[in-house]
Nanobody, 125 residues
Framework: VQLQASGGGLVQAGDSLRLSCAASERTSRYVMGWFRQGPGTEREFVAA????????YYGNSVKGRFTMSSDNAKNTVYLQMNSLKPEDTAIYYC????????????????????WGQGTQVTVSS
């Protein structure tokens, strides 16, 4: 599967952004994840959706502010980001996993086989 992330940009603290991840095939076949990587940091789990949306999980740092959703007709998953903070500044990547343990270890980078190119989100204070 090929993934194309978009929607990043430069915003001020408190603003909102919606990221999109367009897939070349049905996202419901995969565990879909969003990760982010700031300068000099490791890739961090943000959110994951299992098998078309029956379960959604969030990283502690974004819980209550970010919402992951999907549009199965468009083979696209979204990440709605509200109340953005400067510490949310990072490159955001979408990923798809189809391994037998992808659903259990959705928070691990190693659970995903396919990655999009990333989209930059910068939040100014």
């Amino acid at each position: 599967v090929q993934l194309q992330a978009s929607g990043g940009g430069l915003v001020q603290a408190g603003d909102s952004l919606r990221l999109s991840c367009a897939a070349s095939e049905r996202t419901s076949r995969y565990v879909m994840g969003w990760f982010r990587q700031g300068p000099g940091t490791e890739r961090e789990f943000v959110a994951a959706m299992k098998w078309g949306g029956n379960r959604i999980y969030y990283g502690n740092s974004v819980k209550g502010r970010f919402t992951m959703s999907s549009d199965n007709a468009k083979n696209t998953v979204y990440l709605q980001m509200n109340s953005l903070k400067p510490e949310d500044t990072a490159i955001y990547y979408c990923a798809a996993g189809q391994r037998s343990d992808s659903g259990s270890y959705y928070y691990l980078v190693s659970s995903y086989d396919y990655w999009g190119q990333g989209t930059q989100v910068t939040v100014s204070s």
